[in-house]
């Protein structure tokens, strides 16, 4: 039954991914005739969305640059526009000694008061994103002071020890723009300036942008001239585009599914680069109502749920199963045997539900594929339970909507990680007032949570925060507030015969190492 249901849901998802595309959908070069040395890529989605976004563009682009990014290798926190760091006064008070050299792409000096500007703008309004929220309360918490202490070091001041301060400022937390183009209402006054190899030429909003290589730039310098990005939201588009060879490679979480990047690998042209993803994708359950208001129902259908065949059967093995809710690509992540045991599944659901059958609602997003796929699946071996499940698949909007109210019983979402502060997950799911605790009507709370979070807060020792971190993921696997499923992979495909350096990194790809063979 299992191999028959692998290859019905390969099948129904190719049938899903072929009526993807939109009649009238363009595949040619929306820029016109590309340069004979300018690079055309394509991602799912717009990566330089526009003045009044948060990021107004992706790290992917390589346009701004981070005062701490991440080690690719280890996950932890590196330098990138600081060179150095100090933690001083218990986590009160660090200090940063910054990159010399460095220029924004209007031509002025990355000096420390260029920071001090980011961040007094930055304050200035809470913004959504559509990749994160930019609120400084989220990535400097509790800060009183941000001073220049001369022209490249930099002092940040906080009433509350800021431990893993470090953590919070990787890659979107601690984005750094040229001051001219910070607006009054934090927003921008025009195109995103900053300091990265590549500076935005044009950017049409759902269409493509235009990246030009950053000359003044202060290390190795951009391989390709000029790459465009186009916006192409339908994966059977790309699929065709690449294979047209209209563009030479995608980029960007979501690149390609699996199928397709597997079809297209065998095309001796192509190839395809994997690196762990920061996306984790997991079952949230209405711990608000009945079945799932019980530990015992959703520690059930976590038992239940054989992760090893979904991501055999949907991700072609580009995925790992996981039980935790942390990113793999945090360096805190705890592994945890991946378990399956449905004699123990069934024993506890009776417990809940007795000899008695109830209807549940599982809500998916209806424009992935994927979820849809996955849903039938999981509906199937749900039934096992005593639950007779209804699929209800909603645009992402009444999604939301009906998450937050808590029209649902199941439904499948997914998280990244915005930094490297694990605190930010921990809270977010597993406090009372957490945001996706709230968002998403799990209606979770545990006083060992509110405890090993509030001695996090100022517990210095590493090996004791360590442990602190561990047992946070040890009662996120026991309480199951939600049930993760896997960790996917950052899939990229490109066009081999004619491109190097090309490389799925973390987020996004090796932009600046992608050149011409």
Same mark, same amino acid.
């Given at each position: 039954?299992? $191999?028959?249901?692998? +290859?019905?849901?390969?099948?129904?998802?190719?049938?899903?991914?072929?009526?993807?595309?939109?009649?009238?959908?363009?595949?040619?070069?929306?820029?016109?005739?590309?340069?004979?040395?300018?690079?055309?890529?394509?991602?799912?989605?717009?990566?330089?969305?526009?003045?009044?976004?948060?990021?107004?563009?992706?790290?992917?682009?390589?346009?701004?640059?981070?005062?701490?990014?991440?080690?690719?290798?280890?996950?932890?926190?590196?330098?990138?526009? =600081?060179?150095?760091?100090?933690?001083?006064?218990?986590?009160?008070?660090?200090?940063?000694?910054?990159?010399?050299?460095?220029?924004?792409?209007?031509?002025?000096?990355?000096?420390?008061?260029?920071?001090?500007?980011?961040?007094?703008?930055?304050?200035?309004?809470?913004?959504?994103?559509?990749?994160?929220?930019?609120?400084?309360?989220?990535?400097?918490?509790?800060?009183?002071?941000?001073? =220049?202490?001369?022209?490249?070091?930099?002092?940040?001041?906080?009433?509350?020890?800021?431990?893993?301060?470090?953590?919070?400022?990787?890659?979107?937390?601690?984005?750094?723009?040229?001051?001219?183009?910070?607006?009054?209402?934090?927003?921008?006054?025009?195109?995103?300036?900053?300091?990265?190899?590549?500076?935005?030429?044009? !950017?049409?909003?759902? $269409?493509?942008?235009?990246?030009? $290589?950053?000359?003044?730039?202060?290390?190795?310098?951009?391989?390709?001239?000029?790459?465009?990005?186009?916006?192409?939201?339908?994966?059977?588009?790309?699929?065709?585009?690449?294979?047209?060879?209209?563009?030479?490679?995608?980029?960007?979480?979501?690149?390609?599914?699996?199928?397709?990047?597997?079809?297209?690998?065998?095309?001796?042209?192509?190839?395809?680069?994997?690196?762990?993803?920061?996306?984790?994708?997991?079952?949230?359950?209405?711990?608000?109502?009945?079945?799932?208001?019980?530990?015992?129902?959703?520690?059930?259908?976590?038992?239940?749920?054989?992760?090893?065949?979904? +991501?055999?059967?949907?991700?072609?093995?580009?995925?790992?199963?996981?039980? !935790?809710?942390?990113?793999?690509?945090?360096?805190?992540?705890?592994?945890?045997?991946?378990?399956?045991?449905?004699?123990?599944?069934?024993?506890?659901?009776?417990?809940?539900?007795?000899?008695?059958?109830?209807?549940? +609602?599982?809500?998916?997003?209806?424009?992935?594929?994927?979820?849809?796929?996955?849903?039938?699946?999981?509906?199937?071996?749900?039934?096992?339970?005593?639950?007779?499940?209804?699929?209800?698949?909603?645009?992402?909007?009444?999604?939301?909507?009906?998450?937050?109210?808590?029209?649902?019983?199941?439904?499948?979402?997914?998280?990244?990680?915005?930094?490297?502060?694990?605190?930010?997950?921990?809270?977010?799911?597993?406090?009372?007032?957490?945001?996706?605790?709230?968002?998403?009507?799990?209606?979770?709370?545990?006083?060992?949570?509110?405890?090993?979070?509030?001695?996090?807060?100022?517990?210095?020792?590493? +090996?004791?925060?360590?442990?602190?971190?561990?047992?946070?993921?040890?009662?996120?696997?026991?309480?199951?507030?939600?049930?993760?499923?896997?960790?996917?992979? !950052?899939?990229?495909?490109?066009?081999?015969?004619?491109?190097?350096?090309?490389?799925?990194?973390?987020?996004?790809?090796?932009?600046?190492?992608?050149?011409?063979?």
């Amino acid at each position: 039954m299992m $191999r028959y249901l692998r +290859v019905l849901l390969l099948f129904v998802l190719l049938l899903a991914l072929a009526g993807c595309g939109q009649a009238g959908e363009q595949r040619g070069s929306e820029t016109g005739k590309a340069a004979d040395d300018t690079i055309v890529l394509a991602a799912y989605r717009h990566l330089a969305p526009g003045e009044k976004d948060g990021f107004y563009c992706s790290r992917i682009l390589n346009v701004w640059e981070p005062l701490i990014t991440v080690n690719e290798e280890t996950g932890e926190p590196a330098p990138c526009l =600081a060179a150095s760091w100090e933690m001083q006064d218990e986590g009160r008070v660090w200090v940063f000694r910054l990159r010399e050299g460095v220029r924004f792409h209007d031509g002025t000096d990355f000096t420390a008061q260029s920071v001090v500007d980011n961040l007094t703008w930055m304050g200035k309004a809470v913004r959504t994103s559509i990749f994160y929220l930019h609120n400084i309360n989220l990535y400097y918490p509790h800060l009183e002071r941000a001073e =220049a202490l001369d022209a490249h070091t930099l002092r940040l001041t906080f009433s509350q020890p800021n431990i893993n301060q470090i953590y919070n400022m990787m890659n979107f937390g601690s984005a750094i723009y040229a001051p001219s183009c910070l607006a009054d209402d934090g927003g921008f006054t025009g195109t995103a300036l900053g300091t990265g190899p590549f500076r935005i030429a044009e !950017n049409v909003k759902d $269409r493509y942008v235009v990246l030009e $290589r950053n000359e003044d730039y202060y290390g190795e310098k951009a391989r390709a001239q000029r790459i465009i990005v186009r916006s192409i939201p339908s994966a059977d588009v790309r699929f065709a585009a690449l294979k047209a060879e209209e563009i030479m490679g995608v980029m960007d979480i979501s690149a390609m599914p699996p199928v397709l990047a597997d079809e297209l690998a065998q095309d001796e042209r192509f190839a395809v680069s994997v690196s762990p993803s920061i996306m984790v994708r997991y079952l949230a359950f209405n711990g608000k109502k009945p079945p799932f208001d019980d530990v015992r129902m959703r520690r059930a259908v976590s038992l239940l749920l054989d992760r090893r065949q979904l +991501v055999d059967a949907l991700y072609l093995g580009y995925a790992q199963p996981t039980l !935790n809710i942390l990113s793999v690509s945090s360096p805190f992540y705890r592994d945890f045997p991946v378990v399956q045991n449905v004699a123990e599944a069934k024993r506890l659901a009776r417990e809940v539900l007795g000899d008695r059958r109830m209807e549940i +609602v599982y809500m998916v997003n209806g424009a992935d594929p994927i979820q849809k796929g996955e849903a039938e699946l999981i509906a199937y071996w749900l039934a096992e339970l005593g639950l007779d499940v209804r699929i209800e698949a909603l645009e992402q909007a009444m999604q939301l909507a009906a998450l937050r109210r808590g029209d649902y019983h199941i439904a499948r979402a997914q998280q990244g990680l915005p930094n490297g502060d694990p605190i930010y997950i921990f809270e977010a799911f597993f406090m009372p007032k957490g945001a996706r605790n709230k968002a998403m009507s799990l209606g979770y709370e545990n006083p060992e949570v509110q405890r090993l979070l509030k001695d996090l807060s100022t517990e210095t020792d590493p +090996v004791v925060r360590r442990a602190a971190f561990d047992r946070l993921q040890e009662i996120g696997v026991e309480d199951q507030p939600v049930a993760p499923l896997y960790f996917d992979e !950052n899939i990229v495909v490109y066009n081999a015969a004619r491109l190097t350096g090309y490389r799925a990194l973390r987020y996004g790809v090796s932009l600046a190492e992608v050149g011409w063979r």
